[in-house]
């Protein structure tokens, strides 16, 4: 099942959420975005949030999944 939420994360802080309607491939290379809004229920949930224990401290990817 594909993700249904994205975080916005810098340095390991939450700064936005956003609730994912549908995820597209993008017109060039091998890579996907999402359409989707913003879920602000959960941003007053998590927005400044430390997230960086679930993130690898080693890696350049900007995407992260976390129990996918």
Do not use: K, T
């Not at 939420?5 to 700064?15: K, M, N, Q």
Request: a negative charge; one cysteine or more.
């Amino acid at each position: 099942e594909p993700a249904g939420w994205a975080f916005a994360v810098d340095d390991g802080l939450v700064r936005a959420v956003s609730r994912i309607d549908a995820w597209d491939p993008a017109l060039a290379g091998n890579r996907w975005g999402f359409r989707g809004h913003r879920g602000h229920e959960m941003e007053q949930r998590y927005v400044q949030r430390d997230v960086s224990d679930y993130l690898p401290a080693d890696s350049h990817s900007p995407l992260h999944c976390v129990n996918c």
